[in-house]
């Protein structure tokens, strides 16, 4: 991680997107940072922790996205600048008070909501587009089209907040937010944050109020007006620009990620003299009359954005209000299929959607070098399917879930849930989990499944959730289990982190986002206060572990409760050495004679584990493997063997 | 800073979770930056820590700011931590001219492993990655990083290599600076393992 709050003005820094974003706030005077963590936002809270006693700020890991936008929103409400991060599946969550702090306006100094997308779902369970939110409750909504820019627009955006009173949405792709570039430092002001909740004066009503969201279609008709206000303060804003030809063959408007793919496919077309691009920085409300005049300058017109034809959509609305004697372009992208509105944008995507409008030939590679690419043998370049780490506690909790389940004998399954263990989809959780929806559907799906036994359902239900999870959005449907009756298992994985997103810490660590011990919320407590049975174990030990979730499946009433605790592997190698010496004897080992088909290279899978064909025994790949001694339990010639290491 | 032969230079640096592939990319990135280059790097998700393949595009400027992705057939350089991987990452970027700098310690898929296909033949694997580039470097970074007492020390014997063979203009003073700012605690062991690679290049 790069030291965001470094002291050089005018330097040139290597910032990944959210860092950038960071330093930008920074720059830009908050006082306040919460978030909750997720891909691809997760740096820009965890650069500001590092920072925030040094800078006087206060820095905070939240237990959910909605706490976080509440709490950031007191921040502004008493006179900080505040800013809020989360990923699009955040977004989700906070709806509710989006829709009504749009209505209520903020305190003095502005709030920024920063959104992460991830298209192509690259580490998310969808590919969510958050751009529609702002058109749909009234949020004005910019993004970077690179890292200068995702610095810049932080300062820019903390002022069009204050100046109009308003929430601003700060909406960034993986592309930028988690891709890596220049950063050309600026100062950072010497900020004393004083905060103290005055009397109000709400811009809406010539009289102080409090903070509020009544009366709301008097404020909605408000809303509508500051929107109007903007967009005329859009119209000239540094980061809306157009560069090409006065007279283009073809006009791109794109934004975001598609501003340096669009550079990127004209430059290797060589078509700088043909095509146009409107990058437009200010996306809502729409800088209509910049946007006219551009559209002025060409017939054609290719739209290039992530994910969702968002500026394709409202720009075509837009001009379909042309007057009748205004010039009629032919517009192109998502509904004409030049560009899909699913995936993520590449500049080969781009480069394929201009050769389809204008007629450039453009090829790659030489048909030669083609045919040794066709030759490449499709065992060569075999998917590498994603596992655990060697050494992760889920393989082990998750084979001790399958054996039980297998033992049970009553087509039992996992609903599943947001983190590293969600691969328990595939064969690295031997195929356990059968529904992979958001944060803390698991356990709401095992609520409905445990009810369903007046309807002949029979089958065993266990929720497996994380650490994070269950304190970002389990509790609630415990509660409901608890209080319904519903039969169903939860499996807590304790791993100590928020291991998926970068090992952040959460209210179950005991520390907080700026290093500072906080009181560890125990979570068995929280369970048997709720009035659920639960049973801790530690998924190393096997037998135990699997004895008791059989024990728990049985119970076959009331929702009850596994933690099975063991810390993340990636964690605890930082701290510690590994504990065994592993060892596998090839006089035990029987190979493909052994009547276990291979169990440690066929079923449990761990990377560490490889297959010799030549001796047709399993060998210890030495630079991989964690020693964490789990399959020598798992051998049933006892083959391997662990040695503890003194 | 230099102009370069060709800009922008394209260099994809492929490899599996867990080797450390965005840790290159960052020395290489960081070094470059501070020698007055724009630099952009792009990287794969959700497998960094988890046996996936994880190739990260690294874009070298002395003019502007790229894009984070390198479009097909465009890299000029490979940087291959893995052999299986390096060969993936060709057939997806390769072009008659690119140079390619590998590892060839195996890391064995999971499904290698269980499969009865079993690790492709080495000698082959070498020969289409060959076939593939217009130069080849084969650096034996892991069994020299284990020699050094650490098999993550693989990564930097592969910058050492990359760095001899010219085609990015990294100073040996920069990138020795970076080793400072970013590994403090074991500024020895990585110069040593740099030094390593640009020998190990050195004679092909």
Not at chain 1, 30 to 38: F, I, L
Not at chain 1, 66 to 76: D, F, M
């Amino acid at each position: 991680m790069s030291n965001i709050d470094i002291d050089a003005p005018g330097s040139n820094q290597l910032f990944i997107g959210n860092e950038a974003m960071a330093r930008g706030a920074l720059e830009a005077g908050v006082g306040w940072a919460s978030a909750y963590p997720g891909t691809p936002s997760s740096e820009i809270l965890s650069s500001l922790a590092e920072v925030a006693k040094k800078r006087d700020i206060y820095v905070e890991w939240s237990v959910n996205e909605k706490v976080a936008i509440e709490a950031g929103a007191a921040a502004s409400f008493a006179g900080l600048r505040s800013l809020v991060a989360m990923k699009m599946n955040g977004l989700n969550v906070v709806i509710d008070f989006l829709s009504t702090i749009i209505l209520s306006g903020i305190g003095k100094k502005g709030l920024v909501l920063m959104v992460g997308d991830d298209p192509a779902a690259h580490s998310s369970s969808n590919e969510t587009d958050s751009r529609p939110v702002s058109k749909w409750l009234d949020i004005p909504l910019v993004e970077p089209g690179d890292f200068q820019e995702a610095k810049d627009m932080m300062p820019y955006l903390y002022d069009i907040s204050e100046e109009f009173g308003t929430i601003c949405i700060l909406r960034s792709v993986t592309r930028v937010a988690h891709a890596r570039g220049n950063i050309r430092l600026g100062e950072i002001p010497k900020v004393v944050h004083k905060a103290r909740f005055e009397q109000y004066y709400d811009p809406a009503a010539p009289m102080p109020t409090p903070i509020m969201c009544i009366p709301s279609s008097f404020r909605h008709m408000f809303q509508h007006v500051r929107i109007d206000k903007i967009r005329e303060k859009f119209e000239t804003s540094p980061y809306n620009k157009y560069v090409g030809p006065e007279k283009p063959d073809l006009l791109i408007v794109t934004a975001g990620s598609g501003w340096l793919y669009s550079q990127d496919a004209v430059n290797a077309l060589k078509a700088e003299d043909r095509i146009g691009i409107l990058k437009l920085g200010t996306l809502w409300p729409l800088p209509e009359k910049l946007v006219k005049s551009c559209l002025s300058k060409a017939d054609k017109v290719l739209f290039i954005e992530e994910t969702d034809p968002f500026l394709e959509g409202v720009i075509m609305e837009f001009a379909a209000g042309f007057s009748p004697e205004s010039k009629r372009n032919l517009f192109y992208g998502n509904h004409t299929r030049h560009l899909n509105s699913f995936g993520e944008l590449t500049p080969d995507a781009v480069i394929k959607a201009i050769t389809g409008v204008l007629d450039i030939k453009y090829q790659p590679r030489d048909a030669e070098y083609m045919k040794k690419v066709e030759s490449v043998p499709q065992q060569y370049v075999m998917d590498r399917l994603l596992t655990f780490c060697p050494g992760c506690p889920h393989r082990a909790s998750f084979w001790a879930i399958k054996d039980a389940l297998a033992m049970d004998g009553r087509h039992g399954f996992v609903t599943g849930d947001i983190g590293c263990y969600t691969m328990a989809l595939g064969p690295a959780g031997f195929f356990q989990t059968r529904t992979h929806q958001c944060m803390g559907a698991g356990a709401g799906l095992a609520n409905g499944f445990g009810q369903l036994r007046r309807f002949g359902f029979d089958q065993p239900v266990v929720s497996v959730v994380g650490d994070s999870t269950f304190y970002h959005s389990i509790i609630p449907a415990l509660v409901n289990g608890v209080h319904n009756h519903s039969d169903f298992t939860l499996v807590i994985l304790d791993n100590g982190a928020t291991a998926m997103t970068g090992f952040q810490p959460h209210p179950g660590t005991g520390l907080t986002a700026m290093g500072e011990p906080a009181q560890q919320i125990s979570m068995e407590n929280i369970c048997r206060a709720i009035g659920a049975r639960v049973e801790v174990c530690d998924p190393f030990d096997l037998k135990n572990t699997t004895r008791t979730m059989l024990d728990l499946i049985e119970q076959k009433e009331g929702a009850r409760v596994a933690i099975m605790r063991r810390t993340c592997e990636l964690v605890r190698q930082k701290k510690e050495e590994k504990p065994y010496k592993m060892k596998i004897d090839p006089e035990k080992c029987l190979g493909e004679d052994c009547g276990c088909n291979r169990l440690c290279t066929r079923v449990f899978r761990c990377p560490g584990l490889i297959w010799d064909p030549v001796a047709g025994k399993t060998k210890i790949d030495e630079v991989i493997c964690n020693e964490c001694g789990v399959c020598a339990d798992i051998c049933p010639e006892g083959a391997i063997t662990k040695e503890a290491v003194a | 800073m230099n102009k370069l032969a060709k800009d922008p230079i394209n260099v994809v640096v492929a490899g599996v979770g867990g080797q450390g592939n965005v840790m290159v990319t960052l020395v290489l990135g960081n070094t470059l930056v501070h020698d007055g280059y724009f630099v952009t790097i792009g990287e794969t998700y959700g497998a960094s820590q988890r046996g996936g393949s994880v190739m990260s595009h690294l874009k070298i400027s002395a003019e502007k700011q790229y894009s984070p992705l390198i479009p097909e057939g465009q890299a000029d350089i490979v940087l291959g931590m893995e052999p299986v991987e390096t060969l993936r990452v060709l057939k997806s970027y390769g072009n008659q001219n690119v140079v390619t700098v590998l590892n060839p310690r195996p890391i064995h898929p999971v499904d290698f492993t269980g499969s009865g296909a079993g690790y492709p033949d080495m000698e082959s694997l070498l020969a289409q990655v060959a076939g593939m580039s217009a130069k080849t470097y084969v650096v034996e970074a892991t069994g020299e990083a284990q020699k050094l007492g650490n098999p993550m020390l693989a990564n930097m014997i592969l910058i050492g290599a990359l760095i001899q063979t010219g085609l990015v203009t990294i100073s040996r003073e920069a990138i020795e600076k970076t080793i400072r700012d970013m590994f403090p605690k074991a500024v020895k062991e990585n110069i040593a393992a740099l030094s390593k690679g640009r020998e190990l290049a050195a004679g092909q």
